[in-house]
């Protein structure tokens, strides 16, 4: 179970982005939304963003770690995850506007959904042509 590595160190991320935004609430004495505050924005959207995108892609990653698939396939889709997810928090971060991290880590990320899609797909065709 490769993927656990990866679940493990996105964990440490996310905890990471979880703790930006509760000392931004307690900076800015925001507790509940942004507050009307930019720099508390952008924490509350790297969080959400992490939030929303992190727990499929690892779903997927999974699948495709269970579907028995090559160690090293596993292992570069979880390293593509993981930078594309850095790159997208120095992205956003650095920059309310496009940025290069956010434009890259949003397409690394992409590029993991699509991979385990095909790899996920191929796998199913072929236990069903094989009888498997």
């Known amino acids: ?22 000392l931004g609430r307690y900076k800015y004495r925001v507790g509940l939304g942004d ?6 924005t952008q924490r509350i959207r790297v969080h959400g963003n992490f939030a929303e995108h992190v727990p499929f892609a690892l779903f997927l990653i999974f699948l495709v770690d269970y579907s028995e698939y090559s160690p090293i396939i596993v292992h570069v889709l979880g390293i593509l995850l993981v930078i594309g997810r850095i790159l997208h928090v120095f992205g956003v971060t650095s920059s309310p506007n496009a940025s290069f ?14 991979i385990c899609a095909v790899l996920l797909i ?11």
Do not use: S
């Open 101 to 114: 991290g956010r434009m890259v880590g949003t397409i690394l990320t992409v590029l993991v959904y699509l």
């Open 35 to 40: 507050g009307g505050v930019p720099e508390l």
């Open 1 to 22: 179970m490769i993927t656990i590595v990866y679940a493990g160190l996105l964990a440490i991320i996310y905890a990471v982005l979880t703790a930006r935004v509760a």
């Open 122 to 132: 191929w796998k199913f065709l072929i236990l069903r042509m094989t009888g498997l």
